[in-house]
């Protein structure tokens, strides 16, 4: 008889052990992980950009140095290597500096936006700064309209450097005289 007995209570562990895995699943979900940089500075040197409005088309080498989500310079060097033309940008707000006629302008993005069809703005002028617009790593190709001139940036990239050492201090502005952002549009 004691063998009956457990053969019985087998049989119940059993039945109430099926009973249990069959009822409804459910599923863990993790809550995603945030997007981490893939890397924190870029540096892309000896780019060539070519500007294009309806009367004229120049093409200049810059350096873009960037620091992911925090800031970037753009060096304008056309001749010699020698800087000419500066734009410094955060997220929120662009100094363009011409070294040359010794003037600059600080605008938001939505004080350039009221002038420039379609908008830019930050992640987009990252993303240019970087090579890592849609176009590819190659060649950027931007287009903007100011009133009823259009403008189209190109910029055939060379090979970019991350997470190398870049020198994005900010230019001392007081030798020179602040302008309206017009002036550089």
């Not at 007995?5 to 459910?26: D, E, P, R, V």
């Not at 662009?94 to 379609?118: E, S």
Request: with cysteine; net charge negative; hydrophobic share 40%.
């Amino acid at each position: 008889m004691p063998l009956n007995k457990y053969i019985i209570y087998a049989y119940c562990a059993y039945f109430i052990l099926a009973l249990t895995s069959c009822g409804a699943k459910k599923k863990v979900i993790k809550p995603a992980e945030p997007e981490v940089p893939v890397w924190h500075t870029c540096l892309i040197q000896g780019a060539r950009a070519t500007v294009t409005t309806n009367e004229d088309k120049f093409s200049t080498t810059v350096t873009m140095q960037t620091v992911h989500d925090s800031m970037l310079v753009i060096s304008v060097m056309p001749l010699f290597g020698m800087e000419m033309m500066r734009i410094e940008a955060t997220p929120t707000e662009m100094t363009a500096i011409d070294k040359m006629h010794g003037q600059y302008a600080v605008a938001t993005f939505a004080d350039l936006n009221r002038q420039l069809t379609p908008e830019l703005n930050w992640d987009i002028l990252q993303q240019l700064c970087s090579a890592e617009l849609p176009t590819g790593k190659e060649k950027a190709r931007l287009q903007y309209a100011i009133g009823n001139e259009t403008i189209e940036l190109v910029i055939d990239y060379t090979p970019r450097q991350t997470d190398v050492p870049v020198r994005v201090n900010h230019l001392r502005l007081d030798k020179y005289t602040q302008v309206d952002v017009s002036k550089f549009l």
